[in-house]
């Protein structure tokens, strides 16, 4: 049974600016992704996104990857650059972003969820959740009815 991640209360870590800044992207996968080589990223990212104070989630099948970061703007940024320049994946665009008070995946350094596994309603159901909001020409807000979504995305999704 997959874990029930959601929901969870807004969150504060000590020292957080008075602004939390949060952005979603959705990218292009350039290869098949293996499921070990997603949990080792899963991993490193995780550990290198707690020195960072930078939370989030990632969710990925063989059409597109999401993923979204929240935590000290320039850090996010700077993060973000990294993760562009990554070889695995392509295309990658920024399709909302937002300030709030406090982080809305806060209990999460990193999680990779995958709906690789899923039945094809549920594949079908995030393809055109990405696509709808990767499509459209204006950055959107990253509201918190949208990182809902993803969190139930997740929730119902492998770990893998
Ligand atoms: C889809 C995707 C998401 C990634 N997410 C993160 C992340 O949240 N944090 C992170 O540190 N690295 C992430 N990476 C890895 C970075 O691109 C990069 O390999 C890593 O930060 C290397 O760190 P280093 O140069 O400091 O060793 C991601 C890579 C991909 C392809």
């Given at each position: 049974m997959p874990t029930v991640v959601s929901p969870s209360p807004p969150l504060r870590f000590p020292g957080d600016p008075a602004e939390i800044f949060s952005l979603a992207y959705a990218s292009r996968p350039s290869r098949v992704l293996q499921g070990p080589e997603m949990q080792s990223l899963e991993r490193q990212s995780a550990i290198n996104n707690k020195v960072l104070k930078i939370t989030g989630l990632l969710i990925w099948d063989d059409e597109w990857i999401v993923q979204i970061l929240e935590g000290e703007e320039e850090e996010v940024r700077r993060l973000l650059e990294k993760i562009e320049a990554d070889?695995?994946?392509?295309?990658?665009?920024?399709f909302a972003e937002n300030f709030t008070?406090?982080?809305?995946?806060?209990?999460?350094?990193m999680v990779f969820r995958t709906?690789?596994?899923?039945a094809p309603k549920m594949r079908d159901s995030y393809r055109g959740l990405v696509e709808s909001l990767a499509d459209t020409p204006l950055k959107l807000e990253l509201s918190d009815d949208r990182v809902a979504s993803f969190r139930r995305m997740a929730d119902l999704c492998e770990a893998l």
């Amino acid at each position: 049974m997959p874990t029930v991640v959601s929901p969870s209360p807004p969150l504060r870590f000590p020292g957080d600016p008075a602004e939390i800044f949060s952005l979603a992207y959705a990218s292009r996968p350039s290869r098949v992704l293996q499921g070990p080589e997603m949990q080792s990223l899963e991993r490193q990212s995780a550990i290198n996104n707690k020195v960072l104070k930078i939370t989030g989630l990632l969710i990925w099948d063989d059409e597109w990857i999401v993923q979204i970061l929240e935590g000290e703007e320039e850090e996010v940024r700077r993060l973000l650059e990294k993760i562009e320049a990554d070889d695995r994946h392509r295309d990658l665009r920024v399709f909302a972003e937002n300030f709030t008070p406090a982080r809305r995946l806060g209990e999460w350094n990193m999680v990779f969820r995958t709906v690789r596994y899923q039945a094809p309603k549920m594949r079908d159901s995030y393809r055109g959740l990405v696509e709808s909001l990767a499509d459209t020409p204006l950055k959107l807000e990253l509201s918190d009815d949208r990182v809902a979504s993803f969190r139930r995305m997740a929730d119902l999704c492998e770990a893998l």
